[in-house]
Structures are given as structure tokens and as C-alpha cells.
């Protein structure tokens, strides 16, 4: 039975204080992401490589005529590509660098994308490891079957130079399209 | 004087001499044509006058005699007789006076004889007319008449032929003295010029010889030093004549016998040195030669050893021969296998054939399978996904989406079975898939190994036939090698002879060295004494 299912019955408390989070997976362990900043899930897309840019950045999809720059969960946080297979799917969520005005779309690869599950975040804990590097990797959540869910948090994803590269190559990107006849 | 040449001085000596002689010559010429007309003044006048005179003196003489006689005779037979006689005289005694009268020459003669002949006619006339007178023939007036008529001419006569005879004599004497005197002259003179010629022969004789022996000394002497091997002896004699020509002859065969002999001592020198180096050689030879007679023998060894091994390959190649029908038979054996396996072959390689068709149809299916089941699966994920996103929208959506997330939460749960069974199916039917693979690829080459094989077989089944083909053209080859083998033995047997003779000539040829190298030394004697000879010469 999947592990979702065991979210289908209704919890005391009503729905209200249930987050909806979308489950990837980044290596062996299974990460959340919180789905009201996912603005869509898409299977894998045909994507604009960047030369010169780093690993981790997968490429340049074009999604409903703008560019949005990819990059790869997995080769950020670990330095291993995401692996080939059905289960992985780019997902655009809604960036705010920091949390700080603009709003981008921003494109994760992202492994084991197959369930989203309700979770109360009151119910996560601060995982006791801040490191400076993964910003993004937040407060963690016990299981069910004892392994940990961890969220990640969108906005703390890239560094500053990170977010300066990526949003000014997909900007380059577009005034070259734009320049072309 | 010195530029005279011998001949001119030679010439000028005799002509002196000569000279002389002919001057002598001339006047004792003179002198004899003196003498010679003397003589013949004598000759015709002197002495036919005195031979005429003092016969006709004698004949007067006898004439008046004999006219005595007649006038004395008694018989007038005898007077007759007496008378012819006197006719006969008279004749006689004419002719005296006519050969006289020849040998008259000179002025006071011719008197004498006219005078004399006067006389004589005179006398005869008388005489005549006594004679004639028989009267008076009494004898003792016969004398008396003799002595008073006739005595007084024939005196007179007598007188007359007397100085006529003296005249003539001392013409005689005279031109004797003459003669005698131009003889002496003569004889002075010869003397004279005798001593002349004499001192000037001796003087030219002694100018010529020194003339001759001076430069003549010097080329002796030069000769003898040259005989002597000075070869470095030229002559100057300061001469321009013969002796130049001799000088310079000499000067020239002297340059040319020096080289000559320099030569014949650098030739000895080269002589004596190549015959050193002959020496040497020969002896090498004589080494080379013992060397030859050693390999020699040596080569007869190893020829025997040839023989010995050609026979041992006989025998190895009869063996061989063996072994090659043993191989042969073998190899036919073989062949039958190999065919009888490569039925076997055929059968499996259409076995595998069918299996692998088999197999093909089993992958088929299965691919039809994979290609549902690949349906499915896209359509489980696009389910998963349509889920997803509507998940997230209702949830964006709020109270309103609810509802739609549980129908959303649904439909992912039945993708996702879907998923997982289709999961189950593909593993499975990838397992089949590769099991079939596995097994075409095994038959596959299980196919090709056979194939290979049977390939392999073929190659077996040719290489064995020839094998067969090679074996059986052996025997013929292992004959013919038989017969090589025996002719090679036959040959080495042939060598050995050979080198048997070879040794002897080997042998022969070192005598024969030693020999020569005797000659060599004799020759380097002999090369040596030449040398030796040729350098006594100072060049």
C-alpha cells in the first residue's frame, strides 16, 4: 500500500492545519516541498544547455514563452545528476530569492516525484544542523515508518551569486531571442 | 798549336818529314841525273871512245903487222890470205872508226879524229901502194920500206889514237871524278838530310807522341779508374781535336755507364729486397701450404663424418617413410570422424535454428508486451502527474479544492498500483526479454561456435586431406631423398678421394716450396754478391 494512502483518512483536526507538500526524493532520503509555492509539475522537458554555467544548472526551459532556468536538486546537493527515470519530473515553483520581491519561476529536477502528502507543519522540528550551505533544507518530520522528511525551502535554494547567474542568464537568453529575427 | 788536331799534326809531321825526304830525294835526283849524265857522257862518249880508240889502236896496231906480215910472207897464198884478212880488218877497223866517230862529242875530239882519219887514209893509201908493190917483195926491203914509208904514219897514228885514247880516258876519269864527286855529294847529302829527316821525325815524332801520350795517359788513367770502379772519373783534357771527341765520348759513356751502375746498384738494392720479400713469401706459402694439408686432413675427417650421417639419414628417412603411412592411415581415420561430425553438426546447427526461431517469435511477444505494457506505464504517469498538479491547484484552490483533492489523491492511488503492477510486468517481461535475449544471444553463438566449428571441421577435413595428399607425396620424395642421401654418400666417398689426392699435391706443393725457397736463397746469394759487386763502383 502507498505510504499516501494513510493521508486519504481524515485526521482529528480537521483539514485546516494540513499543509499539502509535494515529496521528492534527493538520494536515499525523502525531502517536502510545500505545494503552495509548486506552480506546476511537468514530466521531463527538453531543456537550452548553459555553457560555462555551473553543474548544477541543468538548463533554460521555456515554459509558456518565457525562459526559466532548471537546475538540478540532486547534483546541487549531493554532485550526482538526477537519475533518467519516470519518477523524476521538473517541477517550476515560484521563487522569491531570500524571500525578497521579484517573483521568478524557477525549474528543480527532481527525483521521485510521485506523491503529494498533508502534514501539519507545526509537527516538523528544527533538524539541529543550520550549515550555511543548505540554507534550504529545514525543519525535519519523523515518519511514520521512522525515516525523516525534510523540508526544503524554496526561496533559500540559491546563493546570491547563484541567483545573480541564473536570472541573468535566462535574461541574456531572452534578449538574445528577442534579438533574433 | 794546341788547337791542331792530331791529324793536322800528324799530317804537318810527316809532311815535314816527307819534305825533307822529298828535298833529299830531290837532290839526290839532281844529283844522280848529274851523275846519270856523267854516265851517260861515259857511256856514249868516254867509254865507246876509249873502247874504239884503244880497238882501233890495237887493230893499227895488228894492221901494221899484219902489213909487215903480208909484205914478210913468203908465199903469195899467204899474202893473199893475209890480204883478205887485212881487207876484213880494214872493214873491221872502219866500223871501229865510225862507232868512234859516233862517240865524238866534244870539238878537240873531232879534231883528233879528222885529223886521225887524214892519217888513216894517208896511211892506207901507202900501205895500199905497198901492197901493191910486189916488186919490192925482197924481204929485207920490206921492212925497210914498212919502217920508212908506213912506220912514221903508224906512228903518228899510234900517237894520235894515243892521245885520243888518253883524251878519252881522261874524259873518263874526269866524268868518274865527276860521278865520284857528285856521289859523295850525294852520299854527304843523303847523310845530311838522312840526319835531318832523322831529327825532325824524331822532333815531330816526339811532338806527335806527346801530343798523343799526355792525353793518352790521362784517358788510361782515367780508364784504369774507371776499370778500377771510380765511376765518378771524368777526363779534361783541354784539347780541341780527336782527343776532344775521345774525351767527351769518354765523358759520356762515364755519365752513362754511372747511371748505368747507379741504377744497377738501386736494382741490386731492389734485387736483394724483393727477393727477401719472395723469401718470405715462399716461406709463408710453405706455412699456408702445411695449413692446406692440415685442413686437409681435416676436411677428410668431417667428409667421413658426412658419410657416416648421410647413412644414418637413410635409415631416419626410411623410418620417417614409416611413420608418414602410419600418419597417413591416420589421418583417413580421421577424415571418416570428421565427417561423420560434421552431420552431427548439421543436425544441431538446424536444431538451433529451430530453437532460435522459437526464441524470435518468444521476443516478439514480449516485445509486444513491453510495447502494452509501456502504454500503460505513460499512461500511469500521466495519470500520476495529471494527480500532482491537480493536488496542487486544489490546494492552491482552498476550501473549494477539497473535494478534488481527495478524487485527485484517488486517481493517484489507482496510477499508482497501475504503476507498480505495470512495474511488476515490465521487470517481469524485461527478465523474459533478456532470458530470451540471453538465450538468442546464446544460440546465437552456439550457432556461430557450431558454425565455426563445422568451418573449423572443413579446415580440419581439408588440412587432414592434404595431409593425406602431402604423405603420399612423400614416399616418392623419402625415395628420392634416399637416393640423394646414398649419392651424397657416394660423394663424400668421392671427396675423401679427392682429398686423399688433394693431401698428396698438398704434399707435393710444400716440397716443391722448399725447393724453392732453396732457389730463393741461392737467388738472394747471388742477389747479394751483385750488390756487392755493384757497389764496389763509386758513382
Known amino acids: 500500500m502507498p505510504p499516501s494512502a494513510a493521508h486519504l483518512q481524515p485526521q482529528p483536526g480537521g483539514f485546516v492545519a494540513r499543509k499539502l507538500f509535494l515529496q521528492f526524493r534527493i538520494g536515499g532520503d525523502r525531502y517536502l516541498l510545500a505545494a503552495d509555492t509548486v506552480v506546476q509539475v511537468l514530466p521531463p522537458q527538453p531543456l537550452k544547455q548553459v555553457p560555462g554555467a555551473p553543474v548544477w544548472v541543468a538548463g533554460i526551459l521555456s515554459y509558456k514563452g518565457e525562459p526559466v532556468p532548471v537546475l538540478d536538486m540532486s547534483q546541487l546537493a549531493l554532485g550526482q545528476g538526477a537519475r533518467q527515470v519516470t519518477s523524476t519530473r521538473t517541477v517550476l515553483v515560484a521563487h522569491r530569492h531570500r524571500g525578497h520581491e521579484p517573483l521568478r519561476t524557477l525549474g528543480l529536477i527532481l527525483e521521485g516525484v510521485t506523491d503529494t502528502v498533508h502534514r501539519d507543519p507545526a509537527d516538523f522540528m528544527p533538524s539541529g544542523l543550520d550549515g550555511v550551505q543548505a540554507r534550504y533544507l529545514g525543519p525535519v518530520l519523523q515518519d511514520e515508518e521512522g525515516g525523516m522528511l525534510q523540508w526544503v525551502s524554496v526561496n533559500e535554494l540559491l546563493s546570491d551569486e547563484a541567483c545573480a547567474l541564473l536570472f541573468a542568464t535566462a535574461t541574456a537568453t531572452v534578449t538574445a531571442r528577442e534579438a533574433q529575427p | 798549336m794546341k788547337n791542331l788536331t792530331l791529324r793536322q799534326r800528324m799530317l804537318a809531321g810527316f809532311a815535314v818529314i816527307l819534305g825533307i825526304m822529298a828535298l833529299m830525294g830531290m837532290l839526290d835526283l839532281r844529283r844522280l841525273y848529274t851523275i846519270e849524265k856523267e854516265v851517260d857522257a861515259i857511256r856514249q862518249d868516254a867509254v865507246p871512245g876509249l873502247y874504239y880508240s884503244a880497238s882501233m889502236r890495237a887493230a893499227w896496231g895488228t894492221g901494221f903487222v899484219r902489213t909487215r906480215d903480208v909484205l914478210e910472207h913468203p908465199t903469195p897464198e899467204g899474202r893473199k890470205a893475209l890480204l883478205d884478212l887485212q881487207v876484213k880488218s880494214d872493214a873491221q877497223f872502219d866500223e871501229l872508226l865510225a862507232g868512234y866517230l859516233k862517240s865524238v862529242h866534244r870539238s878537240d875530239e873531232t879534231a883528233m879524229y879528222n885529223e886521225f882519219r887524214t892519217l888513216v887514209l894517208d896511211y892506207r893509201r ?105 765511376l765518378t772519373r771524368r777526363l779534361d783534357l783541354a784539347r780541341k781535336d780527336e782527343f776532344n771527341a775521345i774525351e767527351q765520348g769518354f765523358n759520356t759513356t762515364a755519365n752513362e755507364l754511372s747511371l748505368l751502375v747507379s741504377k744497377a746498384q738501386r736494382s741490386a738494392i731492389q734485387v736483394a729486397t724483393s727477393v727477401t720479400e719472395i723469401a718470405a713469401t715462399s716461406r709463408q706459402q710453405q706455412a699456408t701450404a702445411t695449413q692446406v694439408a692440415a ?51 548439421h543436425n544441431v546447427v538446424e536444431a538451433a535454428g529451430s530453437v532460435n526461431a522459437k526464441l524470435a517469435v518468444l521476443n516478439e511477444k514480449a516485445g509486444n508486451i513491453n510495447r502494452v505494457v509501456t502504454t500503460i506505464t505513460n499512461v500511469a504517469n500521466q495519470t500520476n502527474l495529471l494527480s500532482l498538479n491537480a493536488a496542487i491547484e486544489a490546494e492552491k484552490a482552498g476550501e473549494y479544492g477539497r473535494g478534488f483533492v481527495v478524487v485527485a489523491t484517488e486517481i493517484r492511488r489507482l496510477a499508482d498500483q497501475t504503476a507498480v503492477a505495470t512495474y511488476d510486468i515490465e521487470q517481469i517481461v524485461r527478465e523474459i526479454q533478456s532470458s530470451v535475449s540471453a538465450g538468442v544471444m546464446g544460440m546465437d553463438k552456439f550457432s556461430e561456435e557450431v558454425r565455426r566449428g563445422m568451418g573449423d571441421m572443413q579446415e580440419i577435413g581439408e ?77
Open chain 2, 295 to 345: 685442413t686437409t686432413t681435416e676436411i677428410g675427417a668431417t667428409s667421413r663424418e658426412i658419410s657416416a650421417t648421410s647413412r644414418d639419414l637413410v635409415r631416419t628417412m626410411s623410418e620417417v617413410s614409416g611413420a608418414a603411412e602410419r600418419t597417413a592411415s591416420l589421418a583417413g581415420n580421421g577424415q571418416t570422424g570428421l565427417a561423420r561430425m560434421e552431420d552431427t553438426m
Open chain 2, 463 to 539: 588440412q587432414l586431406s592434404q595431409i593425406i595428399q602431402q604423405v603420399q607425396t612423400l614416399a616418392p620424395r623419402v625415395q628420392m631423398v634416399n637416393e640423394g642421401m646414398s649419392a651424397q654418400a657416394t660423394g663424400a666417398e668421392q671427396i675423401n678421394q679427392a682429398l686423399v689426392q688433394l693431401s698428396e699435391a698438398t704434399h707435393q706443393t710444400v716440397e716443391s716450396l722448399r725447393h724453392s725457397s732453396l732457389a730463393i736463397d741461392e737467388l738472394n746469394v747471388v742477389a747479394n754478391d751483385l750488390r756487392a759487386g755493384v757497389s764496389r763502383f763509386k758513382v
Open chain 2, 126 to 230: 901507202r900501205r895500199d901502194v905497198l901492197l901493191a908493190d910486189q916488186s919490192a917483195a925482197a924481204v929485207g926491203q920490206a921492212r925497210a920500206l914498212v919502217q920508212e914509208q908506213l912506220a912514221p904514219q903508224f906512228a903518228k897514228g899510234s900517237e894520235i889514237l894515243l892521245n885520243i885514247v888518253a883524251v878519252n880516258k881522261a874524259q873518263a876519269d874526269e866524268a868518274t871524278a865527276r860521278i865520284e864527286h857528285a856521289v859523295s855529294i850525294g852520299e854527304t847529302g843523303i847523310v845530311v838530310s838522312l840526319v835531318l829527316a832523322l831529327l825532325a821525325a824524331f822532333a815531330c815524332g816526339y811532338l806527335l807522341m806527346r801530343a798523343i801520350t799526355k792525353p793518352m795517359g790521362s784517358i788510361v788513367e782515367g780508364l784504369t779508374q774507371l776499370g778500377a770502379g771510380d
